[in-house]
């Protein structure tokens, strides 16, 4: 089965400081990506930061990066300089393709609160 | 910028009534899906559309559910006769390079059944 764990219901940073979301998944698949998504108060999803699993590298967007451990399943979020428009929940999911189609899986989210 | 739109924002109906929500995918998006997420818990995939059929449905996805791209533009989720479990924020995602795996989503609508 496809899951995927975030086992951070909650958190919260001071303004300016990092963070570190924590995320895990579970599939038997190897082609696959791996995502961030943003969700604040309006609802809608944004696109935060996306992973190839068969890259090694870590990818990085601006204050955005995340620590893919392929072996462990493992794909953590660090937010840097936190800002008060950070404030959302965020969402970890992947991506598997199957018979041509594909299905994003996502985790339950973490609600991140940036206080001043 | 680009974006997927979707209408109405909020819709709320009788149980047992039909409801269409409607989205307008990117334009030049050729995949395109529906996800729902009961408040308060993670999303789910409902199901995925290409080339004019459906290419995978969840179990969600059952009788009561259908989807369709009538005029080339709009990309449209009908459920027939709406139950109480409805109820929920529904999200429509389109893509437009498969390689890159990356779906854009449109703002939501939620579904109120009263």
């Known amino acids: 089965a496809q899951t995927v764990t975030q086992s951070q219901p909650e958190m919260s940073v001071q303004e300016a400081e990092t963070v570190t979301l924590s995320c895990t998944y579970d599939?038997?698949?190897?082609?696959?990506?791996l995502f961030w998504y943003k969700q604040p108060p309006s609802r809608q999803m944004i696109l935060v930061i996306r992973?190839?699993?068969?890259?090694?590298q870590n990818a990085t967007e601006n204050r955005f990066s995340v620590n893919f451990q392929k072996a462990a399943k493992s794909f953590s979020l660090k937010i840097s300089d936190s800002q008060l428009g950070d404030t959302a929940m965020y969402f970890c999911?992947?991506?598997?393709?199957?018979?041509?189609?594909?299905?994003?899986?996502f985790g339950k989210g973490t609600k991140l609160t940036v206080n001043p | 910028e680009p974006e997927v739109t979707q209408t109405p924002s909020h819709q709320v109906t009788q149980m047992g009534q039909e409801v269409i929500l409607r989205c307008v995918p990117i334009?030049?998006?050729?995949?395109f899906y529906w996800y729902r997420q009961i408040l308060g818990q993670k999303v789910e995939f409902l199901v995925s559309?290409?080339?004019?059929?459906?290419?995978?449905k969840s179990e969600i996805f059952d009788d009561q559910f259908s989807v369709e791209r009538p005029d080339g533009s709009n990309f449209t989720l009908k459920i027939r006769s709406t139950k109480l479990e409805d109820s929920a924020m529904y999200f429509c995602?389109?893509?437009?390079?498969?390689?890159?795996?990356?779906?854009?989503f449109g703002q939501g609508t939620r579904l109120t059944v009263v």
């Open positions: 995602a389109s893509s437009g390079d498969r390689a890159r795996a990356e779906a854009f």
């Open positions: 599939t038997s698949e190897n082609n696959y990506y």
């Open positions: 992973q190839e699993a068969y890259k090694q």
């Open positions: 999911a992947f991506i598997i393709y199957q018979g041509g189609s594909e299905k994003l899986v």
């Open positions: 334009s030049n998006h050729l995949y």
């Open positions: 559309f290409y080339n004019n059929e459906i290419s995978e």
